[in-house]
Nanobody, 122 residues
């Protein structure tokens, strides 16, 4: 079993920045690729970013490219999502996840965190 705990969400004005963290515990050897997803009210959960075990490969949805950066520190069993130039449409609950069952882009992962709210005001 792997437990994931997100932190770092909050309220920020448009154009501001936040850094989300996701700390893994338990069988962290089972945390190969890790991903961030988000879900806004009334919408489907959508892919935001993912990172391979080594950190050498990263993936982003088009709407966040150039603004968000995913990274990981395996010594701390933690993955980060640095979010810059935030927009009101980035408002959502952000979830981290690990051990994808297939494509990194689909919300089919074995383990999920509880989510952290990000609200961007205009």
């Amino acid at each position: 079993q792997v437990q994931l705990v997100e932190s770092g969400g909050g309220l920020v004005q448009a154009g501001g920045s936040l850094r989300l963290s996701c700390a893994a515990s338990g069988r962290t050897v089972s945390t190969p690729a890790m991903g961030w997803f988000r879900q806004a009210p009334g919408k489907e959960r959508e892919f935001v970013a993912a990172i391979s075990w080594s950190g050498s490969s990263t993936y982003y949805t088009d709407s966040v490219k150039g603004r968000f950066t995913i990274s990981r520190d395996n010594a701390k069993n933690t993955v980060y999502l640095q979010m810059n130039s935030l927009k009101p449409e980035d408002t959502a609950v952000y979830y981290c996840a690990t051990r994808p069952r297939g494509s990194y882009y689909l919300p089919v992962y074995d383990y999920w965190g509880q989510g952290t709210q990000v609200t961007v005001s205009s």
